[in-house]
């Protein structure tokens, strides 16, 4: 079981088709928990209120923000996690040095959903180096991530101004990309991959790019 929504990096209107598709999706029973470690700490109590206000508005109240993923926490009381924006090898790096991926990928399997907005969609992808704006601070050299969306890396906040970045990291790194602008995303169900937002995505192979409208199913 499969149950994954990759956003490209916008605003809460950009996503905010993404954002009601997950509200959708969570039982009524279930919490949603939001990590914002890919950003900085004294940045916390912002993304906490920002984060808040945009589901609230949505009718989802029940939220519990984690920000020491070493913390013992049972996540079967949670419908759904949420991984957000910022550095992407400080969220990887997190990820990986307190154990969570492990945790991540139960939960996954337990039926768990997971959406993760610009850094949070990057990190479920094969690799992170696509994402070219970050500084890699922690001086990550396994740039491998969680490797969810069939073998795809991802690239979010794309512009057409990035084809060229794009087919130069397909070129060294053999994977094939996903690209999402700011007001895309994806919906990936085991292997079923869905567009879901008010743009198309872009498909990048060697030589190739390919595009998908809103509503589409993703052939890779």
Same mark, same amino acid.
């Given at each position: 079981m499969k149950n994954l929504i990759l956003a490209g990096g916008g605003s809460e209107k950009d996503s905010k088709p993404l /954002?009601? *598709? *997950?509200?959708? *999706?969570i039982p009524m029973n279930k919490k949603l928990l939001y990590i914002p470690v890919a950003m900085e700490p004294s940045k916390y109590p912002s993304c906490l209120k920002?984060? @808040?206000s945009t589901f609230t508005c949505l009718g989802l109240t029940d939220i519990v923000m *984690? @920000? /020491?993923l070493k913390e013992k926490i049972d996540l079967s009381q949670f419908g759904a996690i949420y991984m957000g924006g910022g550095n992407t090898f400080k969220l990887l790096h997190e990820l990986r040095h307190s154990g969570f991926v492990t945790k991540l990928k139960k939960f996954l399997n337990m039926g768990g959903i997971i959406y993760g907005g610009s850094a949070g969609a990057i990190v479920l992808g094969k690799d992170i180096k696509t994402a070219f704006m970050d500084e890699n601070r922690i001086g990550i050299r396994d740039t491998s991530g969680l490797n969810l969306v069939e073998g795809c890396s991802i690239w979010c906040h794309y512009k057409k101004e990035d084809d060229m970045k794009i087919f130069e990291y397909i070129g060294t790194n053999k994977i094939p990309v996903i690209a999402l602008t700011e007001r895309s995303g994806l919906y990936v169900r085991d292997k079923k991959i869905k567009v879901v937002g008010f743009e198309p995505i872009y498909v990048f192979t060697k030589n190739r790019k390919r595009v998908f409208r809103p509503k589409a199913l993703v052939k890779l």
């Open positions: /954002d009601k *598709l *997950l509200v959708s *999706l920002w984060f @808040t *984690l @920000t /020491d």
